[in-house]
C-alpha cells in the first residue's frame, strides 16, 4: 500500500522541525522519552490503552535495527581495515562480532557510528493516523521483518517510503489501522464443556509429557514425547536411561516429600534438570507438576523450559515456591535500578547489563553527627530502628518522586534521579519528614537529628564494578564525587545544589520552592571553585 501523497509532503515539510530521538546505541537512556512521547501519539489516536503493546514493538524495532546497524557496521570495519572479507566465514564472523560486544558492550561501535552519521531516528509527527517514524540505514530494513506479526496484531500498519534527499536511508511511518476495533470487545467466559478440547489441543501442541510413579519411585508410564526431547527413542533402553538421569534430589523432594505431605499429594512447579544422551553432556530443564492419586501412584506433568543453554544452565532446580521465598527474602537487597533495568535488557533480547552513559541528577543525604550519637546512646534506644525510621521516610519520598536508591552507606543515602526536578522536590519533602520526626524525638526528651542534602547534575556512566562473585550495577563519575562533597558542605537541615543543576531546571515552571543566593565553594580534591545555592520550600 501506497503513503498518501499528502502525508509523504506533509511528513517532508515539518521532518526538520519534528523533535527526534537519534540513536546509536541500545545502551542509550532514551526510553522514557520514547514512552513520553507514544503515549502522547496514542492519546491522540485515541488508542492510548495500547501504550504497553506499543512500547514493546518500538522497543522491538529499536532493538533489532540497532543490532543489524552494528552488525553490519563491524563488518565493514573488519572488511576495511583487517581486509578479511574473502578469509573469514559467517561462522567465524559473528563469534569476533559477539567477543566484542560481550566484552566491550557495544560503545566502540556506537562511537564510530555517530562519527559516520549512522543511526536510527524516531520520531512523532502529528499527521493523520501516522504513531511514529522509524528512519535508519536501508540495510537496516530488515530488522522490520521480524515485528510484522506484532504489526498485524495491534492492528496497526507499518510502510516504508525512501528518502529522495538520503537515498542511503529510508523511513518507515507506524499507522493506525484498524486498531480501536479490538479495544471494544469483552472477554468471554469459557464453558465447561469446551475447556477438555481446548486443553487437548495445548497438550498437543505445547512441550507437555507425562509421567506416572509408584510410590517407591519406580516409573510405570512414560510419554514418548519426553525421550524425543532429550534425544532419545521410544524403547525399554530408553526409559531406564531417562529414569537414571532423574537426580536423587527430585525423588527426596518429590516422590517422598511434596507428594507425601502435601494435602491430596499435590505440588506445582518443581524444576529438575536431564541429562541428553548428546555427545557434548548437554542437559534439558523441565518444570514438574502432579499430585498422587486413591492409588498413590504419583502423576506428573512435564514441560520442557526452552532456554538458550547459558540461561538455562544458571536456572537452579528446586520448587518455584521455594525459589520465589528466597527472592522475597533477598529482593530489598537489590538495588531497585538494577531490577529495573535487568527487565529493560531482557524486553530488548539481552542477558548481560551492560554500562550506560547518561546525564543524571546524583543525591547524598546524610544524617548529621549520627557517629558522635551513636557512641552516646548505643544502650539507651535501638540505634538501627532509629536509622531504619529516618531512612523509610527518605525511601518513600524518593519512591514517590521517580528516584533511584543506589546505595545505603551507614547513615548516608546515594540516589539517582533522571528527572532533576523530581530530585529538588525529593530533597524539600525529606527535609519536611525530618522536621516532623525531630518535632516527636524533642518531645520524649530525645536529640535531634538533622539531615544535610546535596545535589549535582551531569553525565555519568552507570555500570558493573566488582568482580563476577560481587558486583554493583552504580554510577560513577566526576559527578558522583561532587554530589558528594557538595552534601558534606551543605548547612544541617537545608537542600544545597549546584549551578549546573539549578541551570537545568530553572527553565521550567518551578512549583513548590525557591533559590537562595549563589555563592561559591572549595570543594575537597578540588582546584577550581563551585558555584551552589540552596533551594527552599515556598511555604
Same mark, same amino acid.
Given at each position: ?10 511528513? #517532508? ?20 522519552? $520514547?514512552?513520553? /512521547? ?31 546497524? &552494528? ?46 552519521? =549512522? ?5 512523532? *509527527? ?10 535508519? *540505514? #536501508? ?22 517510503? @525512501?528518502?529522495?534527499?538520503? *537515498? ?8 493506525? &489501522?484498524?486498531?480501536? $476495533? /479490538?479495544?471494544? @470487545?469483552?472477554?468471554?467466559?469459557? *464453558? ?6 481446548? %486443553? ?18 519406580? $516409573? ?10 532429550? /534425544? ?8 531406564? %536411561? ?23 499429594? @499435590? ?47 544458571? =536456572? ?28 529493560? !535488557? ?51 519520598? !524518593? ?17 539517582? %534521579? ?6 529538588? $522536590? ?53 559527578? +558522583? ?22 541551570? +537545568? ?26 558555584? !551552589?545555592?540552596? !533551594?527552599?520550600?515556598?511555604?
Amino acid at each position: 500500500m501506497r503513503i498518501p501523497e499528502n502525508i509523504t509532503m506533509r511528513l #517532508s515539510k515539518i521532518s526538520d522541525l519534528e523533535p527526534k530521538i537519534v540513536v546509536t546505541s541500545l545502551e542509550q537512556n532514551v526510553w522514557s522519552d $520514547i514512552k513520553n /512521547n507514544a503515549a502522547l501519539s496514542l492519546e491522540r489516536l485515541k488508542i492510548g490503552s495500547l501504550l504497553e503493546p506499543t512500547l514493546f514493538l518500538l522497543q522491538q524495532l529499536i532493538a533489532n535495527s540497532i543490532n543489524v546497524l &552494528h552488525y553490519n557496521v563491524f563488518k565493514q570495519i573488519i572488511q576495511n581495515d583487517f581486509g578479511l572479507e574473502d578469509v573469514m566465514n559467517d561462522a567465524d564472523f559473528k563469534d569476533i562480532f559477539n567477543s566484542e560486544i560481550n566484552e566491550h558492550g557495544d560503545k566502540n561501535i556506537a562511537k564510530y557510528c555517530t562519527q559516520n552519521n =549512522l543511526h536510527v531516528i524516531l520520531s512523532f *509527527p502529528q499527521i493523520d493516523d501516522v504513531i511514529a517514524t522509524i528512519s535508519a *540505514p #536501508s540495510f537496516c530494513g530488515s530488522a522490520i521483518q521480524s515485528s510484522r506479526k506484532l504489526i498485524e496484531t495491534l492492528g496497526y500498519r507499518f510502510e516504508i517510503q @525512501k528518502i529522495s534527499n538520503h *537515498p542511503d536511508f529510508y523511513t518507515g511511518l507506524l499507522f493506525k &489501522h484498524y486498531a480501536d $476495533i /479490538n479495544l471494544v @470487545k469483552p472477554p468471554e467466559l469459557l *464453558p465447561l464443556q469446551d475447556e477438555k478440547a481446548y %486443553f487437548n489441543n495445548i497438550f498437543s501442541t505445547l512441550s507437555y509429557g507425562i509421567i506416572c510413579f509408584n510410590n517407591l519411585g519406580i $516409573i510405570q508410564t512414560l510419554s514418548s514425547s519426553l525421550l524425543e526431547q532429550i /534425544n532419545l527413542e521410544a524403547s525399554d533402553a530408553s526409559i531406564e %536411561f531417562f529414569s537414571k538421569s532423574i537426580p536423587e534430589r527430585f525423588y527426596n523432594d518429590v516422590i517422598w516429600g511434596f507428594a507425601l505431605e502435601e494435602p491430596h499429594g @499435590k505440588f506445582e512447579n518443581y524444576r529438575v534438570r536431564i541429562k541428553t544422551n548428546n555427545k557434548d553432556g548437554s542437559s534439558v530443564l523441565f518444570n514438574v507438576s502432579g499430585f498422587r492419586d486413591q492409588h498413590s501412584v504419583i502423576q506428573t506433568l512435564w514441560q520442557k523450559i526452552s532456554l538458550d543453554g547459558k540461561s538455562s544452565s544458571s =536456572l537452579s532446580e528446586g520448587s518455584l515456591l521455594h525459589e520465589a521465598r528466597i527472592h522475597n527474602i533477598t529482593r530489598n537487597y537489590v538495588p531497585q535500578l538494577v531490577e529495573q533495568k535487568a527487565r529493560e !535488557v531482557v524486553r530488548l533480547g539481552g542477558n548481560l547489563l551492560g554500562n550506560e552513559e547518561c546525564d543524571i541528577a546524583i543525591l547524598f543525604c546524610d544524617i548529621v553527627g549520627f557517629t558522635p550519637y551513636v557512641e552516646k546512646n548505643e544502650n539507651e534506644e535501638s540505634i538501627i530502628h532509629t536509622l531504619n525510621s529516618i531512612l523509610r521516610r527518605i525511601s518513600t519520598s !524518593v519512591k514517590k518522586h521517580g528516584g533511584f536508591i543506589d546505595k545505603f552507606m551507614g547513615d548516608c543515602i546515594m540516589v539517582l %534521579f533522571r528527572e532533576p526536578h523530581n530530585a529538588v $522536590i525529593a530533597a524539600l519533602e525529606m527535609q519536611n519528614h525530618s522536621a516532623d520526626i525531630n518535632v516527636l524525638r524533642e518531645r520524649s526528651n530525645l536529640d535531634r537529628l538533622l539531615l544535610r542534602i546535596g545535589i549535582h547534575w551531569g553525565k555519568v556512566v552507570i555500570g558493573n564494578v566488582g568482580t563476577p562473585e560481587r558486583l554493583d550495577w552504580t554510577a560513577i563519575g566526576d559527578v +558522583v564525587n561532587t554530589a558528594a562533597r557538595i552534601e558534606k558542605t551543605c548547612r544541617p537541615e537545608c537542600v544545597l545544589i549546584s549551578q549546573s543543576m539549578r541551570e +537545568v531546571i530553572e527553565p521550567q515552571h518551578n512549583k513548590g520552592f525557591k533559590y537562595g543566593e549563589t555563592f561559591s565553594v572549595t570543594l575537597k580534591g578540588k582546584t577550581r571553585e563551585l558555584e !551552589v545555592c540552596y !533551594v527552599y520550600s515556598v511555604d
